[in-house]
C-alpha cells in the first residue's frame, strides 16, 4: 500500500513497469524528464549517478530500469521530495536509489568532488520574471522559474559533481542553447552530443538534450531528430516505445 496525500496519484511509469506519485496542484512530470533518462549515457552494471532537481523522483526511477549502479535525486522542495521516498518505497527501490532534501548549490561539498560518473538535470527553464508574470502556485513556479537555481547553478554543480571523463546531461529549451553550450564550456564540460526534439515535422524544435563530458576534447555529434507527434497528433513509434516499450 502507499499513502497517497490531498490530490495525490499513483500513476504507471508503463514502460518500466513501475508507479510514480503524482499532484496536478504540486508536480507532475512532463515528456522531457522521460527524454533525458533515455537519451543519457548509463553504466549498465555499476556506477554512481546523480540527478539534480529530481521533482518527485521520475528520473531516477527511470534510470533504475537502464542501469544496476547507485542513484542518488537532489530535490529542494520538500513536498515533492516527501513525494519522491514514498515513490521509491512503493517500487522498493530504496537500496538503489537515495533521495537527498537539500540545495544542489550545496551538493558538491556535502557529496564531494567529482564522486560521480553520471549527472543529469532537468532544471528550471525560465528565468524569474516579475511577480505577476510567475505561476502563483509556489511549487509549480520554482519547478519552472529559475527562483531557487539559475541554469549557471545547475551546470556549475554538475561539473563540480561529476568526475574527469564522466558525463552531463541536460534537458532543456532551444532558446537557451547557447547559454547552455557557453556555461559548459566554462566549467570544462564538453558538449558532445545533442538531439533536437520536435512536437510535429515541420514545426520548430521546443527541447533539446545535450551531454557532454568533463574535460572531453571537441567533437560535438547532432544526432537524428525526436517527433514527438504524427499528423493524426498521435504518438510516433519513436515515442510510443519510449514511452510504453512498444516496437
Do not use: W
Not at 542501469?67 to 521509491?88: C, F, N, P, W
Amino acid at each position: 500500500m502507499v499513502n497517497l496525500k490531498e490530490d495525490e496519484r499513483l500513476d504507471y511509469l508503463l514502460a518500466e513497469n513501475l508507479r510514480i506519485i503524482q499532484s496536478p496542484s504540486v508536480f507532475a512530470f512532463s515528456l522531457d524528464a522521460v527524454l533525458l533518462a533515455r537519451f543519457v549515457y548509463v553504466p549498465i552494471q555499476k556506477g554512481n549517478l546523480i540527478d539534480l532537481c529530481s521533482g518527485n523522483g521520475v528520473i531516477p526511477l527511470f534510470l533504475s530500469a537502464r542501469t544496476k549502479g547507485q542513484i542518488t535525486g537532489v530535490e529542494i522542495q520538500e513536498r515533492l521530495y516527501d513525494m519522491a521516498i514514498r515513490s521509491i518505497e512503493y517500487n522498493n527501490l530504496h537500496n538503489r536509489i537515495k533521495m537527498i532534501h537539500g540545495d544542489i548549490k550545496e551538493m558538491p561539498k556535502q557529496l564531494g568532488f567529482g564522486k560521480y560518473d553520471v549527472v543529469t538535470c532537468n532544471p528550471p527553464y525560465f528565468p524569474t520574471l516579475s511577480k505577476e508574470e510567475i505561476n502563483p502556485n509556489e511549487h509549480l513556479a520554482i519547478a519552472r522559474h529559475e527562483i531557487l537555481c539559475t541554469l549557471e547553478d545547475a551546470i556549475r554543480a554538475a561539473s563540480q559533481l561529476v568526475r574527469q571523463g564522466g558525463k552531463v546531461a541536460f534537458v532543456h529549451r532551444p532558446g537557451r542553447l547557447i547559454d547552455i553550450i557557453t556555461l559548459m564550456r566554462q566549467y570544462r564540460l564538453e558538449p558532445k552530443r545533442i538531439q533536437f526534439v520536435y512536437p510535429k515535422l515541420g514545426k520548430e524544435a521546443n527541447t533539446i538534450l545535450i551531454e557532454a563530458i568533463k574535460d572531453g576534447n571537441p567533437d560535438l555529434k547532432i544526432l537524428p531528430p525526436l517527433i514527438v507527434y504524427n499528423e493524426d497528433d498521435e504518438y510516433t513509434p519513436e515515442i510510443r516505445e519510449i514511452l510504453y516499450g512498444e516496437s
